[in-house]
């Protein structure tokens, strides 16, 4: 079985730059998940979809971060203008069905450097 | 406001012997609890999990432990090995995801 799939790996940009990150779940997986680690930290959810839904988004900052899941399947995360505090490791995850019951089964993440 | 804590950001145990990850909670509304084992430019991966209606779920060498009234979880690693070096989460389920901070844990050979 495929894992979570995410692209870049690594991203380096300047402050007031774009940049967009890719996530693939794994087949059949209803539940999408966009988390932020910053370093030292433990992983802090951004936004949950339920299959091309929004469940959650209430940690996103809107004002600059946005993130779409077309058609259910793959999503991608946003943001612009990035800000220096932006730079953290990006990790998705999906899982079979919501939260708590459901093992969430996580991407290699994306590490964002913004200069 | 952090939810779900993780006090100790190290430990170091000699293999073979038991490793005690701690985590404490805030929220007496969570109704599930997992822990997750990092290893570096890797995602996290689930190890454990626990109904907020059990006080100890077992698999294999990993043990974790529920006090309620505590508000308050521990996962056990008998015997520790080597490979079990790693960061681990605990996490809490309720209406969101909540992680601690992470403890890095080290078995020493």
């Known amino acids: 079985e495929a894992g979570v799939a995410q692209s870049p790996r690594y991203k380096i940009i300047e402050k007031r730059q774009s940049v967009a990150f890719w996530c693939n779940p794994i087949?059949?997986?209803?539940?999408l998940y966009w988390y932020q680690q910053i370093l030292g930290q433990g992983p802090k959810l951004l936004i949950q979809f339920q299959n091309n839904g929004v469940v959650d988004d209430s940690q996103l900052p809107k004002d600059r971060f946005s993130a779409e899941r077309l058609k259910g399947v793959d999503s991608t995360l946003k943001i612009q203008p990035a800000k220096l505090e932006d730079s953290a490791v990006y990790l998705c995850?999906?899982?079979?069905?919501?939260?708590?019951?459901?093992?969430?089964?996580f991407g290699p993440g994306t590490r964002l450097t913004v200069l | 406001d952090q939810q779900v804590k993780q006090n100790s950001p190290s430990l170091s145990v000699q293999e073979g012997r038991i490793s005690i990850l701690n985590c404490d909670y805030t929220n007496s509304m969570f109704d599930y609890f997992l822990w997750y084992k990092k290893y570096p430019a890797e995602g996290p991966t689930f190890l454990i999990s626990i109904s907020s209606i059990k006080d100890k779920n077992e698999d294999g060498r990993f043990t974790v432990f529920l006090n309620k009234s505590a508000k308050h979880l521990s996962l056990h690693i008998v015997p520790s090995q080597p490979g079990d070096s790693a960061v681990y989460f605990c996490?809490?389920?309720?209406?969101?995801?909540?992680f601690g901070t992470g403890t890095s844990l080290t078995v020493i050979p």
């Open positions: 996490a809490a389920s309720g209406n969101q995801f909540y």
């Open positions: 995850a999906s899982s079979l069905g919501l939260a708590g019951t459901y093992e969430q089964f």
């Open positions: 087949s059949g997986h209803a539940t």
